[in-house]
């Protein structure tokens, strides 16, 4: 809420508050320092209106003894008239997926390659990166070593690449066209590498993506991409959003996720089918809809399911045929169980815990 040169666009933050005419939290981490000037200087920078809706601070992420702070409250609330609700403690191993693709991104580049068997996923990061969640399940497997990619000399001999969703795919595809990433890309896959493109990196696997109406680009463009598969994309004006559960039909396993896309994908030959069905579907969804596209080897695929390596069964299955690629036999340990319900309900534990809910509940008034 402290961004001005943003609020004006805001529909997230305080704007929700007034909405709905409720009382908020501004919430501060404080691990990464300057925790008290933030919570002043947005005060300073609030509208009336939202000053009025501001109930007090709540302190995030403290590593270390809380009763050390109690100076610092008394400060905040002798300048700013507002209390600070609790402070919550540095949780470690909590599982949940990252706030941002920044903070992400930087636990990529840090991580360093397990011992064992494993296999090497090569995500490319690109300039508009969206929905970076879907990679966290495979964080979360002991087998696999995910790191971002931005020049081709990072790129490696990898198992597999993940072209991730993207906010812009026409800016994308100049990008990698621009670091022959591109080039890249195809060299790995005419090499017998599993390329895997979600959303935005779905319609870069195919062989055009078109803007007529202007959606990420100037209206009209037409722009080519890396051909993998025989797909065409046009943004359309309206824009899919729709939760899906269903199977992936060369495993028989289960998937789940959502939608959120302007492309419309199909067969270059038979022209644009809404969500990329060529000749054989790669998904099919409860409700009869169907989605995705894989080259004749199966190693090139892409769909616009987000979401879609939370399913266990599935991600172990693609992590094997990677494995089984390399030579490796399936992996025989205990995979990774991705769930977030224990972890937000340990977190709740903690803020409740830590929290003053008195003060909390006089808000809600209950």
């Known amino acids: 809420?402290?961004?001005?040169?943003?609020?004006?666009?805001?529909?997230?933050?305080?704007?929700?508050?007034?909405?709905?005419?409720?009382?908020?939290?501004?919430?501060?981490?404080?691990?990464r320092?300057?925790?008290?000037?933030?919570?002043?200087?947005?005060v300073e920078v609030m509208a009336p209106w939202e000053r009025k809706l501001l109930a007090g601070f709540l302190v995030n992420r403290f590593r270390g003894d809380a009763s050390l702070l109690a100076d610092a409250h008394s400060f905040v609330e002798q300048r700013t008239a507002k209390p600070v609700f609790g402070v919550i403690p540095w949780l470690n191993n909590l599982g949940l997926p990252q706030e941002d693709s920044v903070s992400f991104k930087a636990g990529l580049y840090d991580s360093a390659e397990p011992a064992g068997e494993h296999v090497k996923i090569a995500l490319i990061d690109l300039p508009h990166i969206s929905n970076f969640t879907d990679l966290e399940p495979l964080l979360e497997e002991k087998d696999v070593w995910l790191r971002t990619v931005r020049r081709v000399d990072e790129l490696g001999t990898p198992d597999g690449v993940i072209l991730p969703g993207s906010k812009n795919v026409v800016a994308d595809l100049v990008w990698l066209a621009q670091t022959d990433l591109d080039k890249a890309i195809c060299g790995l896959a005419e090499q017998?590498?599993?390329?895997?493109?979600?959303?935005?990196?779905?319609?870069?696997?195919?062989?055009?993506?078109?803007?007529?109406?202007?959606?990420?680009?100037?209206?009209?463009?037409?722009?080519?991409?890396?051909?993998?598969?025989?797909?065409?994309?046009?943004?359309?004006?309206?824009?899919?959003?729709?939760?899906r559960e269903g199977q992936h039909l060369p495993s028989?396993?289960?998937?789940?996720?959502?939608?959120?896309?302007?492309?419309?994908?199909?067969?270059s030959k038979n022209g644009a089918t809404g969500n990329g069905t060529a000749s054989e579907p790669l998904l099919t969804f409860a409700d009869g809809a169907s989605c995705g596209s894989a080259d004749r080897t199966g190693r090139v695929w892409g769909?616009?399911?987000?979401?879609?390596?939370?399913?266990?069964?599935?991600?172990?299955?693609?992590?094997?045929?990677?494995?089984?690629?390399?030579?490796?036999?399936?992996?025989?340990g205990q995979g990774a169980q991705y769930d977030l319900e224990p972890a937000l309900d340990r977190l709740a534990a903690v803020v409740r815990q830590e929290m003053d809910m008195d003060a909390v509940y006089r808000l809600l008034k209950i």
């Open 1 to 31: 809420p402290g961004e001005v040169n943003l609020k004006s666009h805001d529909i997230v933050n305080m704007r929700m508050a007034q909405y709905s005419q409720s009382p908020a939290l501004l919430v501060g981490d404080i691990d």
């Open 33 to 42: 320092g300057g925790v008290y000037a933030s919570f002043i200087g947005h």
């Open 192 to 243: 017998g590498c599993q390329i895997t493109g979600i959303c935005g990196g779905f319609q870069i696997l195919g062989k055009t993506v078109a803007d007529p109406y202007g959606i990420e680009g100037e209206p009209g463009t037409l722009l080519h991409g890396l051909g993998l598969l025989d797909l065409t994309t046009e943004l359309a004006a309206d824009k899919t959003l729709t939760r």
């Open 252 to 267: 028989g396993q289960p998937v789940h996720g959502y939608e959120i896309h302007h492309g419309q994908t199909g067969s």
């Open 303 to 332: 769909s616009y399911l987000h979401g879609i390596f939370d399913s266990d069964p599935f991600r172990r299955w693609f992590i094997n045929t990677l494995r089984e690629a390399k030579g490796l036999p399936p992996f025989s």
